[in-house]
């Protein structure tokens, strides 16, 4: 089988946008997988590193990874959820809701963020059942937020905590 025959996806170079950093791409599955089915169109990406050919990963809709960002395993991003600079979304984690998360971190195992959370971090990893919503805001380094950890905001103002990724 040829490494074309392989493939899960295409990036459609027709169907771009410019994000401020350089252009992002729709993809779109070109056979069946997880929840997939051939024909769907995905999220956007800024190329073919930015989403593993194997496993049941997937980005969906408007969600999307940009700059060394990679999404493996079973991982899933979506509902306008963005992650861009060098963050890694493996295992069974997901990112939904319109959440941020830009810097250098790994979200694994079955960590879920969701609801507008907000990550920047230098050598940061989420992971276990670890929950981040409503609104949380995290800006650490050199740190493990992990178990069955929940972290959560019950102030709707967050402007302190921002990605660069508009």
Not at 42 to 59: D, P
Not at 77 to 95: H, P, R, S, T, W
Not at 150 to 159: A, F, L, P, Q, T
């Amino acid at each position: 089988m040829t490494q074309e025959t392989n493939k899960k996806y295409i990036i459609l170079k027709d169907e771009k946008l410019e994000d401020g950093f350089g252009w992002l791409y729709r993809i779109q599955a070109v056979k069946d997988f997880g929840d997939v089915k051939a024909g769907d169109k995905g999220g956007w990406v800024s190329g073919y590193h930015n989403l593993s050919q194997q496993g049941n990963c997937w980005i969906y809709d408007d969600a999307c990874a940009c700059d060394d960002s990679h999404v493996s395993d079973n991982a899933k991003l979506k509902d306008y959820a963005c992650i861009n600079e060098n963050v890694d979304i493996l295992g069974n984690a997901i990112i939904e809701k319109n959440s941020r998360l830009c810097g250098s971190i790994s979200v694994e195992d079955n960590a879920l963020l969701t609801d507008d959370t907000i990550v920047e971090g230098f050598n940061l990893t989420i992971g276990g059942n670890a929950i981040l919503r409503k609104n949380a805001c995290v800006d650490i380094s050199h740190e493990r937020i992990c178990g069955n950890a929940v972290i959560e905001s019950s102030i709707d103002d967050y402007e302190e905590c921002v990605c660069e990724y508009q």
